[in-house]
């Protein structure tokens, strides 16, 4: 079992609306990442939080540490925001600021 | 600012055949990482340094092998490639902290026939 896993794999939306991929973890960490990568390759992080939740545009990004869940929501959604979103963990037992990733999910959004 | 960049963004090899892949970065990071994506799985890491001269080993570091003789670059080593390590690999630096954001660069792609 890996020990950060995302949910849904896949997801497709019409323009304009509101999405949410969740991350959920096993173990203690330090840290919780989201990343994007583009059609393109190129990966970009969006996000590093610890607690609380962090806001940039259209993204939120939102972490229970008790429920060890975390939450990528994007508002007003647009085409552009075709990508995969990766959830990955600082996990307290590495050292290195080493990242444990999950799988990813395919978002698709369409005008 | 260049960031992290990798070079090169495609190669093609023989199974047998030697390779390196280069990873320069200009931000003045500590850390240095090289991973592996391949379809259905996500990142896996491969090796990391922690400081020039120092390497470690990640999740899959079998097949492969790393320098750090400089702290801008970190160089991945395919000593006899194998149609297994057919993927994509990125580079990716970050500082000296607990967590701290990793800056990826562009990708390798590599296909070994």
């Known amino acids: 079992k890996n020990e950060v896993e995302q949910s849904p794999q896949n997801l497709t939306a019409q323009e304009g609306e509101f999405i949410t991929i969740n991350c959920s973890y096993s173990v203690g960490i330090s840290a919780l990442h989201w990343l994007q990568q583009h059609p393109g390759g190129g990966i970009v992080s969006l996000f590093m939080l610890s607690s609380g939740k962090k806001k940039h545009g259209r993204l939120i990004a939102t972490i229970n540490i008790q429920e060890k869940h975390s939450s990528l929501h994007i508002t007003a959604s647009h085409p552009r925001d075709s990508a995969v979103y990766i959830c990955a963990a600082t996990l307290k037992e590495t050292s290195g600021s080493r990242l444990t990733f999950g799988e990813g999910t395919q978002l698709t959004v369409n005008p | 600012n260049a960031g992290v960049t990798q070079t090169p963004k495609f190669r093609v090899l023989k199974t047998g055949q030697s390779m390196t892949l280069l990873c320069a970065q200009d931000m003045n990071h500590e850390y240095m990482y090289w991973y592996r994506q391949d379809p259905g799985m996500g990142l896996r890491l491969i090796h990391y340094?922690?400081?020039?001269?120092?390497?470690a080993k990640g999740e899959v570091p079998d097949g492969y092998n790393v320098s750090r003789l400089k702290k801008q670059n970190f160089l991945l080593g395919l000593e006899s490639a194998a149609p297994s390590q057919t993927s994509v690999y990125f580079c990716?630096?970050?500082?000296?902290?607990?967590?701290?954001?990793?800056?990826f660069g562009a990708g390798t792609r590599l296909s070994v026939l």
């Open positions: 340094s922690v400081g020039e001269g120092t390497t």
């Open positions: 990716a630096s970050s500082f000296t902290q607990p967590g701290g954001i990793q800056y």
